[in-house]
């Protein structure tokens, strides 16, 4: 062959996706340059020269001509009688050029530039990985699940470069198969024995940043502001917005009409329940705000524990300590502040349902009660201790410790 076609001579790797052409033959010109150096002792007088276009890598070698019997380096210099057999015309002290050819390099050096190849495209893949992962750092991606273990989903995005999702980074009800699509938010990027790993993130407060980024215009545009996220993944989220554009409702806009913007994201995390909040200094306000949907009475906020005693009608209690005790776990998260929730004890005309007491009464035993038409507290004191034994399948014991307890609301 009259040059190198190395994109030949090489085709198993133009199947490397993440190097463009020009890289791989500055990368191919490299290891030449050190195999010439390792064979002749330098690549000094070698002109390598790179045809991108056509895949080409040509190889000149340059020397001047000496006398017969006056050569001391044979890679640099070259006898008359040697060089007039390349052109006739040659004379002492001029250059020679001789192009190389595949041949021209043993079997164990065409081995080491493959070797050396493979491994300086790897490493390049490798780096590059990384680079582009660690730039999209709080980015959402979408991939397909490639495989599902016990700890870890092996995802794989559009260029077929593996993805993390670790099961401490999913939602709990979170439940995928392979071929499935996933969308996760990239949560950091690390190299582990000399390869990146690019980790991802469901439970993240940036994946549900994103997310509303993605669904609300404004918040993209920053013409609403997300404060502060705070969320226990899979059951309920509290996300304080603002807006210094008084024409915008922070809290509709996030919603939208009917909760058509809000619907997805929720769907999104496995129907978590989002409480979106308006942001106020105002720490009473904003109390009062994160413990939606309780309504309270009153507030009183001590500033040197951080900490905020919180009263409100007996039938709102359950509200605001929610499923779990997370409704008011995030109102603290959110507001900074420590929340203890206490029933309004105001002697006033205020009736209670009795599923209220739940944590002190078993629930058959109010059943009981409702059976027989006793459905609130005032209703069950009303009537004798006799009265409600006739009534009811009850022991004397149980009813009396239940009246106890519900005089004990009263007082």
Request: charged share 35%; glycine share 6%; net charge negative.
């Amino acid at each position: 062959m009259d040059h190198i076609n190395m994109i030949e001579t090489f085709s198993e790797f133009k199947e490397f996706k993440n190097i463009d052409r020009e890289t791989m033959m500055r990368i191919l010109e490299d290891i030449f340059r050190h195999v010439l150096e390792k064979m002749y002792g330098s690549d000094e007088n070698f002109d390598i020269i790179v045809n991108i276009d056509k895949g080409d890598l040509e190889i000149w070698r340059n020397r001047e001509i000496v006398e017969d019997g006056e050569v001391e380096d044979e890679n640099t210099q070259i006898a008359l009688s040697e060089a007039i057999k390349i052109e006739p015309d040659f004379e002492i002290g001029e250059e020679v050029s001789e192009e190389m050819k595949l041949a021209d390099f043993g079997r164990r050096e065409i081995l080491a530039i493959r070797q050396n190849l493979t491994a300086r495209i790897q490493e390049y893949e490798k780096d590059s990985i990384y680079q582009k992962y660690k730039e999209k750092v709080g980015e959402i991606i979408t991939g397909e699940v490639y495989q599902v273990w016990n700890k870890e989903i092996l995802i794989l995005d559009d260029e077929g470069i593996e993805l993390i999702l670790p099961k401490s980074e999913q939602i709990p009800s979170d439940y995928y198969r392979k071929g499935d699509t996933i969308r996760a938010v990239v949560s950091k990027v690390e190299m582990r024995n000399a390869a990146p790993a690019i980790i991802l993130s469901r439970v993240s407060t940036i994946f549900l940043e994103r997310l509303f980024e993605s669904e609300v215009p404004e918040v993209y545009d920053g013409l609403i502001t997300i404060k502060q996220i705070v969320r226990v993944p899979g059951e309920r989220a509290k996300i304080a917005v603002e807006s210094y554009d008084e024409r915008i409702d922070p809290v509709g806009a996030c919603v939208g009409m009917k909760g058509s913007r809000i619907h997805g994201i929720v769907r999104e995390l496995k129907n978590e329940n989002i409480d979106v909040i308006n942001y106020t200094t105002n720490s009473t306000l904003f109390i009062q705000r994160a413990l939606s949907p309780a309504k309270i009475t009153s507030i009183s906020i001590n500033e040197e524990t951080v900490k905020a005693d919180v009263y409100m009608k007996p039938d709102q209690v359950s509200l605001a300590i929610g499923k779990g005790g997370f409704n008011i776990k995030l109102a603290g998260q959110l507001t900074g502040y420590e929340i203890d929730v206490y029933r309004d004890t105001d002697a006033d005309s205020e009736d209670v349902d009795l599923d209220e007491f739940s944590d002190e009464i078993e629930s058959w035993i109010i059943a009981e009660f409702k059976a027989v038409g006793c459905d609130t507290a005032k209703s069950v004191l009303e009537l004798e201790v006799s009265e409600l034994v006739k009534r009811t399948d009850l022991e004397e014991e149980t009813i009396m410790e239940v009246v106890r307890i519900l005089k004990a609301e009263f007082e």
